[in-house]
């Protein structure tokens, strides 16, 4: 049976206010809330030690808390951990926890599956099952074991968070907002198949660092890894991303799978060197792993080399991002719960 | 590029425009008919809202030299605009945005494929004449489901697959559109496919074709996200 109650986690402190208020509760209950929700990460509406009983009562006859820990989790070799999430009561998501030097990055989902079919994707081959609330989104962090390392949050999981907007935008809230869990938009990436709408809205409404999936700087040729080119081209992306004053300190970066002859040759550092002439941004160059059936291969380790050096004499900022959790198929674009998914029946 | 906007950005521009006509084609759905403000390509898309909502996005399914143009949608059960959408009358306004897109049909021999209300672009193309050198395999769960059947058997004959995966019926291929591509003992990977309607059905059929040697470079997909 699904969730009854609303959940309080994932509700912003107006609308805790709210709630408070409606619920007759004094005043100053509703920071004590927030409080317990996204500073104490407390795991239980009963463990707001502070609200009086029959508050807490109150709260619980509403609500539940909405907050659940890690059904499972993998660690691979080079210490990179995939956790499992449910969502609802058979739908489940991964968050996978990233931790170098210096940072611990988590990367977060943020729908079950996804709706946009890019043909390097495992998400993608799931299809799409539902929307993460900012609750659930928000919760990948709360109830993370390792949530005190965390340096820096990227929406990269599964999912294109774009696609999911109101709630995204909800939980970037909560996550910047001084009475939420604190922390810098500096330390946030959203990462867009370049949804345009949603895209200006984000860019609009939120701080956070916008990172887009480009992979050919070609309409012809990214159309065929990535069907979002025939409504949202990336020409018209970069056109929209052109008309915004980014040189604050907000960073755009474009994400780049290295695909052996099909998106790594010098025809392509031409090609993104021309559209992305003139804007602030970096590239990050991204070997690419092979998921089942699939027809594409990685580039070489020396293609991509030669590729960023390339880009770089161009005077475009590029880097190589560190393959991680491979093993446990939690690098990038391998994150799926598809063998979980509870057959549907399809419109076909 | 004033205000900000950029030409694409102004193309999404909603303008509010009469409903002409509303036919219900089967169960929850319904082909509307609204006043043709522009031209546009088969298989281009307009943006359409109601009561501010965000737009979303409709597949044109009229030809480019009809007078109008015809949309087809079905109803989401939760969906915030097609419930609305369906209860509109004539004469009532809604929102729309101009055609933009780039799944367009062209004259190259090529199949169509779609699920659902994934037919619409396929329908615009057809009108458009791009129709004489092209296989249409439309899979839907029942008989009602093959919308505009009568044209698109006049149109295309033998070359039109009805894949019904819930109900068996006289002219229907019993099983789903999956199932048919993978019985086929050859696909011939010289053609161009196109894909239309659910991400489901578009990741499902792409890895059918790629399997049986299709090259990635000749499947186009349109997903109804
Ligand atoms: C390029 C393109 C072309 C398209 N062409 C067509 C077409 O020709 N015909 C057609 O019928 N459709 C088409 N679509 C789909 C169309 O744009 C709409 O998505 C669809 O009609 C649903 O609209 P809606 O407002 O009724 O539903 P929405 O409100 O958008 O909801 C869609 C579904 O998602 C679920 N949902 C919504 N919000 C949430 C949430 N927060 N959490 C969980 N689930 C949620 C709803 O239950 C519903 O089932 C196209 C889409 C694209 C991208
Ligand atoms: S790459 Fe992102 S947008 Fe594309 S299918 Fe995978 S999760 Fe969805």
Redesign the pocket.
């Given at each position: 049976m699904e969730q009854q109650k609303p959940a309080l986690f994932g509700k912003t402190a107006a609308e805790i206010r709210e709630i408070a208020a409606q619920l007759g509760l004094p005043a100053f209950a509703s920071g004590q809330i927030v409080d317990w929700l996204y500073n104490k990460h407390v795991d239980s509406i009963d463990k707001m030690s502070n609200l009086s009983r029959q508050a807490r009562a109150l709260l619980s006859e509403h609500f539940v808390l909405g907050k659940s820990a890690p059904t499972s989790v993998q660690v691979s070799a080079d210490g990179t951990k995939k956790y499992l999430y449910r969502s609802g009561t058979n739908r489940f998501v991964e968050a996978a926890y990233i931790p170098d030097e210096d940072r611990a990055t988590l990367c977060v989902s943020s729908q079950v599956g996804c709706k946009m079919g890019c043909l390097f994707c495992m998400t993608g081959k799931q299809g799409f099952q539902?929307?993460l609330s900012a609750g659930e989104i928000l919760n990948q962090i709360s109830s993370l074991p390792e949530r005190d390392k965390l340096t820096n949050i990227v929406y990269m999981g599964m999912g294109e968070p774009l696609d999911n907007l109101e709630e995204v935008m909800r939980s970037l809230e909560i996550l910047t907002a001084e009475w939420g869990f604190g922390m810098s938009p500096r330390r946030i990436t959203v990462s867009t198949i370049g949804m345009i709408p949603a895209m200006k809205h984000f860019i609009e409404h939120s701080e956070c660092h916008l990172a887009i999936s480009l992979h050919s700087p070609f309409h012809d040729e990214r159309r065929k890894l990535m069907p979002i080119e025939n409504?949202y081209p990336a020409e018209e992306v970069i056109e929209v991303l052109r008309t915004f004053d980014l040189s604050r300190q907000r960073r755009i970066s474009f994400e780049y799978i290295m695909f052996k002859d099909l998106n790594d040759t010098p025809r392509h550092v031409k090609g993104l060197t021309k559209l992305l002439n003139g804007l602030r941004c970096r590239i990050n160059l991204i070997r690419f792993h092979p998921i089942p059936d699939t027809p594409l291969e990685s580039s070489t380790e020396q293609t991509i080399q030669l590729f960023r050096e390339a880009l770089v004499k161009k005077g475009i900022r590029t880097t190589v991002r560190a393959s991680r959790g491979q093993d446990i198929f939690a690098a990038c674009g391998l994150l799926s719960t598809k063998e979980l998914v509870k057959v549907q029946a399809p419109d076909f | 590029m004033d205000n900000g906007l950029t030409t694409f950005l102004k193309n999404l521009r909603l303008e509010t425009v009469t409903l002409e006509g509303k036919i219900e084609l089967g169960k929850d759905v319904y082909v509307i008919r609204l006043a043709r403000r522009q031209s546009f390509l088969p298989g281009q898309?307009v943006g359409l809202s109601l009561g501010g909502l965000p737009p979303?996005?409709?597949?044109i399914a009229s030809g480019p030299d009809d007078p109008y143009i015809e949309?087809?949608?079905?109803i989401?059960?939760?969906?915030?605009?097609?419930?609305r959408l369906a209860s509109l009358k004539p004469g009532d306004a809604l929102s729309v945005s101009a055609p933009f897109?780039a799944f367009l049909g062209d004259q190259k021999p090529a199949w169509w494929i779609a699920a659902g209300?994934g037919i619409?672009p396929y329908r615009a193309m057809m009108r458009a004449g791009l129709g004489h050198n092209k296989m249409l395999i439309h899979g839907g769960r029942t008989a009602d489901s093959f919308y505009f059947e009568n044209e698109m058997l006049s149109a295309f004959g033998e070359r039109y697959v009805r894949c019904c995966s819930q109900e068996s019926g006289p002219g229907l291929y019993s099983g789903r559109l999956t199932s048919w591509l993978k019985e086929q003992p050859q696909i011939d990977p010289t053609l161009l496919y196109y894909l239309c309607g659910s991400a489901e059905m578009v990741v499902e059929v792409r890895d059918i074709l790629i399997s049986k040697g299709v090259p990635i470079e000749h499947v186009m997909s349109?997903?109804?996200?």
């Open positions: 539902s929307q409504v | 898309v979303r996005l409709y597949s949309l087809l949608f079905n989401k059960p939760d969906g915030l605009l097609t419930p897109g209300t619409a349109e997903i109804y996200f």
